[in-house]
């Protein structure tokens, strides 16, 4: 797909010594490789591993992207570090991005540690939250790989939005990376005033990489967590939101269709159904494609 298919892996690899640069607060320093694709017999799609030099001499930055929190990541950046610093035998600075706040109240883990018979294993690793970061200083900074998530960001409003996707056209990331913002920004605004100033095509957006991440994979991975923390109920009214969230977004729904799909969707309780309903509105060509992909799904009275 050339240009346009940027998933977070190739967001973060577009310019990786722009925000490695500001990750480490150091303008000296340089990136000597992407070693990503010498190393996915390990890492996921979704990781970056960059060769860096400084004036601690040559390391290696791990990145990790994630849509939403991972119980798993602590043990699996340990694995990675270990790995990349046998592979390369250089020291590993590794780093989490997580894109969409959790549910809940905690403090999110940056450090793996276990104790196993007298003996003890320790991993710390930085964690970046796209809601803690300010967006106007992102966008000032010019730090390609995050303007996509600005909306996401502290101080995010419509002028940042505007902003931010005048700055991926200037600087040419592509169509990929303004659907990405302007995916998100319908999360935080009113869809059909996103569509007005990402002016986005929905066929580009459905064969989108990170549309499709974000509809699967990413909600595939929050109904998951959600099972196993025992929060069925609530996790099936989010998908049910979902859902209307996405034929918003695509179809512009009157308050009479939202009503319609609302108590339609009301019929299931079964999180894996309503998550195939997640696919179907991200996929389905109109409104009515969809209503009939609902009727097939809910369970005869």
């Known amino acids: 797909m050339g240009q346009a298919d940027i998933g977070s892996k190739r967001l973060l690899e577009a310019e990786p010594e722009k925000w490695v640069r500001w990750l480490l607060d150091d303008p000296d320093l340089q990136v000597k490789a992407v070693l990503s694709g010498e190393f996915q017999f390990v890492l996921r799609y979704n990781d970056v591993l960059l060769q860096v030099a400084g004036e601690q001499g040559s390391f290696l930055v791990l990145a ?6 991972d119980p798993a990541m602590p043990r699996r950046v340990r694995s990675y570090v270990g790995l990349a610093e046998e592979k390369y035998g250089m020291p590993v600075y590794p780093v989490v991005f997580y894109w969409l706040p959790p549910g809940g109240e905690g403090k999110i883990p940056d450090y793996y540690h276990s104790e196993f018979m007298g003996l003890v294993a320790h991993q710390d690793f930085r964690v970046v939250l796209a809601w803690e970061l300010d967006a106007r200083e992102v966008l000032r900074r010019e730090v390609m790989a995050l303007v996509p998530f600005v909306s996401l960001m502290k101080g995010a409003d419509e002028d940042v939005i505007r902003e931010g996707v005048a700055l991926l056209r200037r600087r040419g990331m592509g169509k990929e990376a303004e659907v990405v913002l302007g995916l998100f920004a319908s999360f935080v605004m009113d869809p059909e005033q996103v569509r ?5 095509n929905m066929a580009v957006l459905r064969e989108s990489p990170w549309y ?20 069925r109920q609530g996790l099936v009214e989010a998908r049910r939101q979902d859902v209307l969230h996405l034929l918003r977004v695509r179809f512009g729904l009157s308050l009479k269709e ?32 969809f209503l009939a992909s609902l009727d097939g799904k809910r369970v005869p009275a």
């Open 212 to 231: 499709r991440e974000i509809i699967q994979e990413g909600l595939q991975q929050g109904i998951q967590q959600g099972i196993q923390q025992g929060l």
């Open 196 to 200: 007005r100033i990402v002016r986005w």
């Open 258 to 289: 939202a009503k319609e799909v609302e108590e339609r969707l009301q019929e299931i309780e079964e999180p894996s159904l309503l998550q195939e309903l997640v696919v179907a509105a991200a996929q389905a060509e109109s409104l009515e494609t």
């Open 64 to 69: 990790e992207s994630q849509l939403h929190l």
